[in-house]
């Protein structure tokens, strides 16, 4: 009883700060009524006060502004790439247990040998092809960040194989597409929703880092990669809002969302109890 407490109170609060890290990137530039890419120099580097709270950057932007549009970007291209590897994951990991044999052993090979490539190295090569476009760095995510997912989808299903109701519905004259789509997909269901939130922080430091690099979005794009590649130059000069400011909401942003997948991961898949004192 203690231990589901402690995951229903890390659960409740890492979804508040998750959803009031949500709304701040969604209301704030819509209410501020204002468009985050005009500049203003005369206002540049200031420093944060009750004018603006995050203070300005190098061109005179509003960084509270700013800031909660990259962050709205950042967030929906990782919830993207989270979901697309999560799929892409769990339905491989799904068919190559269904269908066993020479299919699961070339796609576990498939798995191992992505999993030895830098999967950072791996996806700035897919983004230096089409460098600035969001469906790049999308696919650079998820086409290196499926392999976990489908070993984890992979080994719910090989347990549930054997169980009588696949069993009976073999003997009943289903075939293997029916059986995997209405008895061993289910089983991973779990497994996928958890990954998504798990994937997502690192989906989240994945985009950060390609657009810090300058291989992300382009430079108008506000995100909290280009914010933090802009804040560079202004650090230099004393700015060092402009580089805390991106930088706490990204970490809070992080334990939020991996803090809810952590939650979520324990209540499906519970930790061995330790042996209880006689």
Request: overall charge positive; aromatic content about 6%.
């Amino acid at each position: 009883m203690g231990r589901l407490a402690r995951l229903d109170r890390r659960l409740f609060v890492s979804t508040a700060v998750l959803a009031a890290i949500v709304a701040y990137a969604l209301l704030v530039p819509w209410l501020a009524g204002v468009d985050d890419r005009l500049t203003d120099f005369a206002d540049a580097r200031l420093a944060p006060s009750a004018e603006h709270w995050f203070g300005t950057d190098n061109a005179g932007r509003d960084l509270f502004v700013r800031v909660a549009a990259g962050l709205r970007v950042s967030l929906l291209i990782a919830a993207v790439c989270a979901v697309a590897s999560t799929v892409l994951g769990t339905g491989i990991g799904v068919a190559a247990a269904t269908f066993g044999g020479w299919t699961d052993r070339i796609v576990m090979r498939v798995v191992d040998g992505v999993n030895a490539l830098p999967h950072l190295l791996l996806g700035i090569v897919i983004v230096a092809l089409f460098r600035g476009s969001i469906p790049a760095i999308v696919a650079s995510i998820a086409l290196t960040h499926w392999t976990q997912v489908a070993r984890i989808a992979r080994s719910e299903v090989l347990g549930v194989r054997g169980r009588e109701y696949v069993d009976a519905a073999h003997l009943a004259g289903a075939g293997r597409r029916h059986v995997m789509r209405h008895h061993l997909a289910p089983a991973a269901a779990g497994q996928a929703l958890v990954a998504v939130g798990l994937l997502l922080p690192h989906a989240v430091w994945h985009e950060t880092t390609l657009s810090f690099l300058g291989l992300g979005l382009p430079p108008h794009q506000p995100s909290l990669g280009t914010l933090l590649q802009e804040a560079r130059s202004t650090l230099l000069l004393g700015g060092w809002w402009t580089l805390a400011f991106p930088s706490l909401l990204l970490i809070a942003a992080t334990l939020a969302v991996a803090g809810i997948g952590a939650a979520l991961r324990d209540r499906i898949n519970p930790p061995i109890l330790e042996r209880t004192p006689r």
